[in-house]
């Protein structure tokens, strides 16, 4: 299939907004490109986009038919945005990207270090990964959040659920800390295989469990409700889905909830919080991530 570039002028506020869309789209690699055109492949982290006028352009190897579906999956622009969609020459675009990617640290010990970097001093937990069509890398301010979440929980023994998996990074995290088993689920079937292989990848394929949301009853038979969730989706799915996922859950079960824009937050704590406990809402770069503990 051919690869197509879909680019998006916009102001700087809504620039991480419109990559996390890309992301969440199957994009192989999302840049951000000033006004000088002068590309820088990710933000600093826990800053804003500095450029008045941002043009985010994601990479997507997609069939004709499906461009005008990913560009409408980004929702509607403002006003003063302009999408352009354009044609690339055919090139290893994510070979490209995985090549520009260093190991990252999380605290506490939690790294994800892609191919052919060796393995950093003082690390607990090690997950291989390298850039895909899976969301989820480690990069983007949602999974940060929950990652540095993980990294800081009493994880041993523990059952998990990875709910929207994408690559499958945030489970794999929690089963390299200590968890026990994980269960990882996502609507997208493609998600879900790059998840498998990168669990096989990880060696520990063999603790972990995989499915669409129509499998979680069945997976959860052998191990009945999990003490832990992390999902990383968009706000609707998370309103959507509370009753389901709070219903996994074992009382006094940790939660991890990201995906979400910070001034989403407080429609997140309104629908979540009368059933947790210690609840905490963490922000980065104009995202923010719900943490509690399930009631008992």
């Known amino acids: 299939m051919p690869w197509y570039q879909i680019s998006v002028r916009c102001g700087a506020a809504r620039a991480n907004k419109l990559a996390g ?158 968890a026990k088993s994980a269960v990882l689920i996502d609507i997208d079937r493609q998600a879900v295989e790059a998840a498998r292989a990168n669990a096989e990848r990880n060696a520990v394929a063999h603790r972990a469990r995989f499915g669409e949301p129509s499998d979680l009853p069945h997976l959860l038979q052998s191990t009945g409700n999990v003490e832990v969730l992390v999902a990383n989706i968009l706000l609707e799915p998370l309103l959507e889905l509370s009753g389901n996922l709070l219903a996994a859950l074992a009382p006094g079960g940790a939660v991890c909830l990201s995906g979400t824009l910070e001034d989403q937050a407080s429609r997140l704590e309104q629908t979540y919080g009368p059933h947790l406990s210690c609840t905490e809402v963490a922000a980065l770069a104009g995202w923010s991530r719900l943490t509690g503990a399930v009631r008992h």
Do not use: Y
């Open 21 to 178: 869309r890309m992301e969440a789209l199957g994009a192989a690699a999302v840049s951000f490109v000033d006004a000088a055109d002068v590309p820088v492949l990710e933000p600093p982290i826990g800053k804003a986009v500095l450029w008045g006028s941002t043009c985010v352009q994601g990479l997507f190897e997609a069939a004709p038919r499906q461009v005008h579906a990913l560009s409408e999956g980004l929702g509607t622009l403002e006003t003063d945005e302009e999408l352009a969609v354009s044609v690339i020459e055919d090139r290893d675009w994510v070979s490209e990207t995985q090549a520009l990617c260093e190991p990252m640290h999380f605290g506490n010990g939690l790294w994800i270090v892609p191919s052919g970097h060796g393995i950093p001093g003082g690390a607990r937990g090690i997950v291989a990964l390298d850039a895909g069509v899976a969301f989820g890398t480690g990069s983007h301010p949602t999974t940060r959040l929950c990652l540095e979440w993980l990294a800081c929980q009493a994880l041993e023994g523990k059952h998990v659920l990875d709910f929207g998996c994408g690559s499958g990074v945030l489970a794999l995290a929690a089963l390299k800390l200590g």
